[in-house]
């Protein structure tokens, strides 16, 4: 843990057994809204591994022509996204020190081979805002290094009701999903998890 980046917190049961619960309820009438589609590499087209939608004023989207990007409405459906719940803009509220609420939350769904490779985020305007983060359902080994893709990184250990902050020089750091682990959250229902083995509530201030 000494070898994590300045700006990351992590906390571990963030959430309770009862909190995890009462919020994957939540994201599962988020995604009845708002329903899972797959994003697309710019320039190759090729589908990601992970199976996504949001809830904000606005949503993370990717395809082959528009590139990375947000945008008001659900992709498939010409909707506006569905509001963030207020069980995590308390969290955010209690675990960032940022005065402004955040615009999007992405909801990222890992099946068992699911991954993300190594990136930043910086498709938002506001790198001064944190990243909030919360785990639901199979733990993760995450991994996180420094601003250059080259720099030393280290990997730990994500769990069900576990949130993580990257603020200040942890804002911009490169990270990731190595893999899902077997350990499932006993107290969520699969039918909760959206077919999925975790899932991943990313908060972010994006102007």
Not at 12 to 20: C, N, P, S, V
Not at 46 to 60: D, K
Not at 178 to 183: A, Q, S
Request: proline share 9%; net charge positive.
């Amino acid at each position: 843990m000494t070898d994590l980046p300045e700006g990351l917190s992590l906390h571990r049961g963030f959430f309770d057994a009862k909190a995890q619960l009462a919020l994957a309820r939540e994201i599962a009438a988020v995604i009845a809204a708002a329903p899972l589609y797959t994003s697309t590499m710019p320039k190759t087209g090729a589908p990601m591994s992970v199976r996504m939608t949001n809830c904000g004023e606005l949503g993370w989207y990717s395809d082959r022509d528009g590139g990375y990007r947000y945008e008001p409405r659900h992709p498939l459906t010409g909707e506006p996204w569905p509001p963030i719940p207020l069980t995590l803009l308390s969290a955010w509220a209690q675990l960032t020190d940022y005065p402004l609420l955040p615009q999007a939350c992405l909801v990222n769904v890992y099946g068992p081979e699911a991954r993300m490779g190594l990136h930043q985020d910086r498709d938002e305007k506001d790198f001064a805002a944190p990243i909030l983060s919360v785990s639901l359902g199979a733990d993760c080994r995450f991994r996180v290094g420094g601003r250059k893709r080259s720099d030393k990184t280290t990997a730990l250990v994500l769990s069900s009701g576990d949130a993580l902050a990257l603020g200040g020089e942890a804002r911009l750091c490169f990270h990731g999903v190595d893999r899902i682990l077997p350990t499932l959250a006993p107290s969520l229902p699969p039918k909760l998890l959206a077919g999925g083995a975790r899932i991943n509530l990313t908060l972010r201030r994006v102007t």
